[in-house]
């Protein structure tokens, strides 16, 4: 038996990167999976792939950042597989860097839109039909600047920060009821958004990892997996590093 044998999962973020990998690693385990992505394309290419391997999928399209988006893409899971048992809330940009007295108040609010309050309208609208499931696991999308700091991504270290207490709070709040809520925290790993980044960047960012490379989206899902299976049943409001030692110098 598969791990998520008749169970169905939401992950926002699912066109590329850790989500992708996170939405084949569900459906390769049995999950019912809705792929949430900005653009419809996008998720439904992902779907094709998870599909054509056998698995089952649908895709929608969303901004995260609107709590309307967020409801109708919980909304499908219930509609499609007949409700919501694991959610990963994965979906993010970098946003604007610099000092903070540089910084546009539109891209700063911008930020905050999907890389926080997405994951407050996720939990909002995914834990409601868990409840009504008996139960479920959701892991939220933080990152290493959700522990410590980072001077010229401010805002995006407020919003990671931000996630990583809302995560324990809600943890706590439904831990008696059947719902586990943790984070995932991800060092520098090699996803599209480094594409095409100048070889000295990249090398800089290897050299903050003591295990001397970046991090895969594969090696993120197997973390994501355990956190979302019975196997954590004894884990709840944590923060799981996935960093190559960057948060322990």
């Known amino acids: 038996m598969n791990l998520f044998d008749g169970k169905s999962a939401l992950v926002t ?37 998870i599909t054509d391997a056998g698995g089952k999928a649908v895709a929608v399209a969303g901004d995260v950042g609107k709590a309307g988006d967020v409801k109708a893409a919980v909304d499908t899971a219930v509609a499609e597989f007949g409700g919501l048992n694991l959610a990963f809330n994965n979906a993010g940009i970098g946003g604007p860097q610099g000092p903070i007295h540089d910084i546009d108040i539109d891209e700063y609010l911008t930020l905050m839109d999907v890389n926080l309050h997405s994951v407050f309208y996720g939990m909002k609208y995914e834990i409601p039909p868990m409840l009504e499931a008996g139960g479920g696991a959701i892991v939220n999308m933080s990152s290493i600047l959700g522990l410590v700091g980072e001077p010229v991504a401010i805002p995006y270290t407020a919003a990671k920060h931000g996630v990583t207490g809302m995560t324990k709070a809600a943890a706590i709040s439904y831990a008696g009821q059947g719902i586990r809520i943790n984070s995932i925290h991800p060092g520098y790993i090699d996803t599209p ?20 490379r970046l991090g895969t989206a594969e090696e993120v899902a197997e973390v994501v997996l355990f956190l979302l299976s019975d196997a954590a049943s004894f884990v709840t409001g944590s923060q799981y590093l996935v960093d190559g030692g960057y948060t322990s110098r």
């Open 13 to 49: 973020g699912g066109g590329s990167g850790i989500g992708k990998a996170v939405a084949f690693a569900l459906a390769r385990h049995g999950a019912n999976v809705v792929v949430n992505d900005l653009k419809q394309d996008v998720a439904q290419s992902v779907v094709d792939e």
């Open 193 to 212: 958004l480094l594409e095409g980044a100048p070889q000295e960047m990249r090398d800089g960012l290897v050299a903050l990892h003591p295990i001397g």
